[in-house]
């Protein structure tokens, strides 16, 4: 989630970078880092396509207008749903409201999770 959030900034900052600034020690595995660069890179591939779910999904709201953290974790999730069919959208949309209640406020794992069950009944 960090790393596709640096990328709406410009940043490119590598797996190991954003560990390093979250005070993350410990070593991470060949499968998380796969794992993260296999995310990102999709996220960012097909960056028009998630967006463009994300801007149906969620009534009242712009991409543009919703908050960089959210929008990360939205974007990670729809990936996820849409495109990486090894992860049930189920786990995807829990993913996405734990990472809310950790890195949002109090108002967003609700949207995040109604904005996610849009995007998984859409595509049933």
Known sequence: MKLTYEKMFGCDDTYYDVLE???IEEEPTSADIEFASRMVCGV???L????????EAAVGWTVDRMPKVDLSILRNAV???CFAKDVPAAVAVNEAVELAKTFCDEKSPRFINGVLGKVVRSGE
């Open 21 to 23: 600034k979250s005070g």
């Open 44 to 46: 960012q591939e097909n």
């Open 48 to 55: 028009e396509q998630i967006d463009g779910v994300l801007s």
């Open 79 to 81: 990936y996820e749903i």
